[in-house]
């Protein structure tokens, strides 16, 4: 059996990715994927729905919390609850700085990714007028928001954490 290059199994992925978008139900299901390739396309390609107003921007419900205050000192009372608060931020949020980082993408999913993005993004014309007219670029600016006070919120539960020698 002829061995696969690394190059040929992620072109594969990427086309299996695109052609499993196609339909609105594969659409969801590759958002729920474990590939993280696939959930990558699966984001690009609903961005014009996005951008048109159909497809909701989501912000989980815990970084929504967030806005209104990430300084609160509920979830601060033990290393317990310090780690779990921590843990639910990094599951969102991604890892922290100098946290290890996750393995790479190749080269070639990078720029397979990159073109697919620019193709994505250039069929809307005026595309930012168009966001702005829908309230895309709004619902975006809330969700970076929701983003940032997340972490705030992890570095400020990090802090306690330092404060009462949690181990982490």
């Known amino acids: 059996m002829p061995s696969r290059s690394p190059t040929s199994t992620s072109s594969a992925r990427l086309l299996l990715a695109a052609l499993l978008l ?12 474990d590939d993280p390739l696939v959930k990558d396309v699966a984001e690009i390609l609903a961005q014009p729905g996005r951008d048109l107003g159909i497809v909701p921007t989501r ?22 609850e310090l780690r779990l608060g921590i843990a639910q931020l990094t599951a969102l949020l ?25 193709g994505v993004s250039s069929a809307i014309p005026f595309q930012g007028l168009v966001r702005e007219v829908t309230g895309a670029a709004a ?19 990090r802090g306690i954490a330092r404060e009462k020698r949690c181990r982490l």
């Open 59 to 80: 912000v989980p419900e815990l970084l929504e919390k967030l806005l209104s205050n990430p300084y609160h000192r509920d979830g601060t009372a033990s290393c317990a």
């Open 94 to 118: 991604g890892p922290d700085w100098g946290d290890p980082a996750p393995p790479g993408e190749s080269r070639e999913e990078q720029l397979a990714k990159a073109g697919l993005r620019a």
């Open 139 to 157: 619902a975006e600016r809330r969700r970076q928001q929701a983003i940032e006070a997340g972490l705030a919120r992890r570095g400020y539960l």
């Open 22 to 33: 196609a339909a609105p139900a594969a659409a969801q299901e590759a958002r729920e994927a």
